[in-house]
């Protein structure tokens, strides 16, 4: 099993930046593609960036490319979403999600593992 702890997440005002980390228990992290999703209130699930296991590839929805990054460190078993220029359309709860495959998904029907959410709040 793999357990997913996310953290960083807070109250900033728009154009400023905050940076989530999502720190996982297991020895299977390394193997795992990792993504953040979002969700505000009466919303679906929102996919927002993905990174494969070996970090090679990352993927972002169109709505935070050239704003946010993605990335990991295996040997802390950690991911992090370095999110700058932040918009008051960006405030949801950032959940981190993991499952055993080579691509990033979208779909959060896919994915193994979920953290317990952060909430991003974002004013203007």
């Known amino acids: 099993q793999v357990q997913l702890i996310e953290s960083g997440g807070g109250l900033q005002q728009a154009g400023g930046s905050l940076r989530l980390s999502c720190a996982a228990s297991?020895?299977?992290?390394?193997?795992?593609?990792m993504s953040w999703f979002r969700q505000t209130p009466g919303k679906e699930r929102e996919f927002v960036a993905g990174?494969?296991?070996?970090?090679?590839?990352?993927y972002y929805t169109n709505s935070v490319k050239g704003r946010f990054t993605i990335s990991r460190h295996n040997a802390k078993n950690t991911v992090y979403l370095q999110m700058n220029s932040l918009k008051p359309e960006d405030t949801a709860v950032y959940y981190c999600?993991?499952?055993?495959?080579?691509?990033?998904?979208?779909?959060?029907?896919?994915?193994?593992?979920w953290g317990q959410g952060t909430q991003v709040t974002v004013s203007s």
């Open positions: 297991g020895r299977t992290f390394s193997s795992l593609t």
């Open positions: 999600a993991g499952f055993r495959g080579f691509a990033v998904v979208i779909a959060p029907q896919r994915y193994e593992y």
């Open positions: 990174i494969t296991w070996n970090g090679d590839s990352t």
